[in-house]
T-cell receptor, first 114, second 113 residues
Framework: DSGVTQTPKHLITATGQRVTLRCSPR?????VYWYQQSLDQGLQFLIQ???????AKGNILERFSAQQFPDLHSELNLSSLELGDSALYFC?????????????FGEGSRLTVL | GQQLNQSPQSMFIQEGEDVSMNCTSS?????WLWYKQDPGEGPVLLIA?????ELTSNGRLTAQFGITRKDSFLNISASIPSDVGIYFC?????????????FGKGTKLSVKP
């Protein structure tokens, strides 16, 4: 158990819909990261928040947005969903934005868009 | 975006065999990491390498940070069934945010008892 909690574990929705994925980081961790894992693309970094502020942005679509709340939990919002958005979405956390590279991943939220 | 070339894509081996996988890049990285993802779980850090030429072990696992800083390899000795999973390499550049870890596409390991 990494200490990172993600909900929901599974989600099935239709194209055009909007969903919200939730992440609670490990106790004491200030940084939260979102990754998308699809079969053909591997793990793709989406976005990072550190203590409530956006720190780094990766290949995140404009239809997607995220935020980190004062209690440090984070939400990833996916809108106008397309079939290609079906993937595993991972949240990870770390104590701070150091350079050790160690991230603690949650179990992921599997999104299926029909 | 930037990609790491990880090979092989998959391996089917007999229990007890040694395993070797590697990762290469056209760019220099200052940190190389190896993560393992068990089925239904998120990736877990196995080994982190911070210095060119560094060789680090974690039990039956050994990883090296290539001297050119553009590659890394991971060896698993005397494989056991619980080694099954997907192994990812990841690279990070100096001054980059941890969020900017670049991951390889993974090596899927299957171990036959």
């Amino acid at each position: 158990d990494s200490g990172v909690t993600q909900t929901p574990k599974h989600l099935i929705t239709a194209t055009g819909q909007r969903v919200t994925l939730r992440c609670s980081p490990r106790s004491g961790d200030l940084s939260v990261y979102w990754y998308q894992q699809s079969l053909d693309q591997g793990l793709q970094f989406l976005i990072q928040y550190y203590n409530g502020e956006e720190r780094a942005k990766g290949n995140i679509l404009e239809r997607f947005s995220a935020q980190q709340f004062p209690d440090l939990h984070s939400e990833l919002n996916l809108s106008s969903l397309e079939l290609g958005d079906s993937a595993l979405y991972f949240c990870a956390s770390s104590e701070r934005d150091s350079h050790t590279g160690e991230l603690f991943f949650g179990e992921g939220s599997r999104l299926t868009v029909l | 975006g930037q990609q790491l070339n990880q090979s092989p894509q998959s391996m089917f081996i007999q229990e007890g065999e040694d395993v070797s996988m590697n990762c290469t890049s056209s760019s220099i990285f200052n940190t190389w990491l190896w993560y393992k993802q068990d089925p239904g779980e998120g990736p877990v850090l196995l080994i982190a390498l911070y210095k060119a030429g560094e060789l680090t072990s974690n039990g039956r696992l050994t990883a090296q940070f290539g001297i050119t800083r553009k590659d890394s390899f991971l060896n698993i000795s005397a494989s056991i069934p619980s080694d099954v999973g997907i192994y990812f390499c990841a690279g990070q550049r100096y001054g980059g945010s941890q969020g900017n870890l670049i991951f390889g596409k993974g090596t899927k390991l299957s171990v036959k008892p």
